[in-house]
Nanobody, 115 residues
Framework: HVQFVESGGGLVQPGGSLTLSCTAS????????MGWYRQPPGKQRELVAEANSGGSTDYADSVKGRFTISRDGAKPTVYLQMNDLRSEDTAVYYC?????????WGRGTQVTVSS
């Protein structure tokens, strides 16, 4: 059983910044990837950013240049620094952990960008 502690969401004005953090705990095999998806209101879940165990990262086109994903070494912890936030970034952000056997999900944290 894998549990996640996600934090950092909230309400921010357009142009503002937030940093999300996520730490996983429990019994799981080696980590392939950790990252973030998001689900805007009324829309499907979409990949925001991912970071693999080799240090490579990937981003959705819509967040490139504004968001930065980072891992805490080999620990099951991932961060998402979000700058220049826009109204279209409003969504529930879900942390995930991918192992060779399973894909685990956090419960999500709400990010609302509004003036």
């Amino acid at each position: 059983h894998v549990q996640f502690v996600e934090s950092g969401g909230g309400l921010v004005q357009p142009g503002g910044s937030l940093t999300l953090s996520c730490t996983a705990s429990g019994s799981f095999a080696s980590i392939n990837d950790m990252g973030w998806y998001r689900q805007p209101p009324g829309k499907q879940r979409e990949l925001v950013a991912e970071a693999n165990s080799g240090g490579s990262t990937d981003y959705a086109d819509s967040v490139k240049g504004r968001f930065t994903i980072s891992r805490d070494g080999a620990k099951p912890t991932v961060y998402l620094q979000m700058n220049d936030l826009r109204s279209e970034d409003t969504a529930v952000y879900y942390c995930y952990l991918l192992t060779p056997l399973e894909h685990y999900w956090g419960r999500g944290t709400q990010v609302t960008v509004s003036s």
